[in-house]
């Protein structure tokens, strides 16, 4: 079935630093990848949905020059959090959807494992 | 705009039934995802209906009603591990955004 591989899968950095994501789908290609949040006890908030080639489309009250995304081929899509603050700790993990054997079809969204973010 | 509502927390005994329901607003609807998650995981795939109807896998079974804007995923012979939080989330389809419910966190009792 399909994978994708997000890492790191934890982050500890100090306030101010910028931390960068990565999702790789490895046996099909992501049309689309879609950036989530997660902070404890809640469900999953969607950032910003990114097809590519193309720009990101940010979901309103996110920053799209804090959290920058790049989905500039169809199997690598990055989020950056730029100037991470301690409110920015959070649960990041992304899903992907697209085309390719491994995806079996366009449907189903494919998850990351995930990147727990903690900001000193 | 999207909106998804499902129960917070949900409490059932192992070796019962149990109906989490979910409901929609969205604009735009291709179909009807559910997901599992564990604590701390990344959200486990459960079922995908985009027809109305019953679709049965196992254990677990999803419903849909489009007309109702209306899903439940039914959980059969529960057992500890299905402790989990329960995810339903709005497909508006192909590129377009998937929108999650808050989840239901369900708690297996003996």
């Known amino acids: 079935g399909a994978v994708v591989s997000q890492h790191p899968s934890r982050v500890i950095c100090k306030s101010g630093t910028s931390v960068k994501i990565e999702c790789r789908s490895l046996?099909?290609?992501?049309?689309?990848m879609f950036w989530y949040r997660q902070f404890p006890k809640q469900s999953l908030m969607l950032m910003a949905t990114?097809?590519?080639?193309?720009?990101?489309?940010?979901e309103q009250g996110v920053e799209k020059d804090k959290f920058l995304i790049n989905h500039a081929s169809l199997t690598l899509s990055t989020l950056t959090v730029t100037s991470a603050h301690p409110e920015d700790s959070s649960f990041y993990i992304c899903?992907?959807?697209?085309?390719?054997?491994?995806?079996?079809?366009?449907?189903?969204?494919?998850f990351g494992s995930g990147t727990q973010l903690s900001v000193l | 705009g999207q909106n998804i509502d499902q129960p917070t927390e949900m409490t059932a005994t192992e070796g019962a039934i149990v109906q989490i329901n979910c409901t929609y607003q969205t604009s735009g609807f291709n179909g009807l995802f559910w997901y599992q998650q564990h604590a701390g995981e990344a959200p486990t795939f459960l079922s995908y209906n985009v027809l109305d109807g019953l679709e049965e896998k196992g254990r677990f079974s999803s419903f849909l009603s489009r007309s109702k804007g209306y899903s439940y995923l039914l959980l059969k012979e529960l057992q500890m591990k299905d402790s989990a939080s329960y995810l339903c989330?709005?497909?508006?389809?192909?590129?377009?955004?998937?929108?999650f419910g808050i989840g239901t966190k369900l708690q297996v009792i003996p």
């Open positions: 989330a709005a497909d508006s389809g192909g590129y377009q955004k998937v929108t």
């Open positions: 990114s097809n590519e080639g193309s720009k990101a489309t940010y």
């Open positions: 899903s992907a959807r697209g085309v390719g054997q491994g995806a079996a079809t366009n449907e189903k969204l494919f």
């Open positions: 046996d099909f290609q992501a049309t689309t």
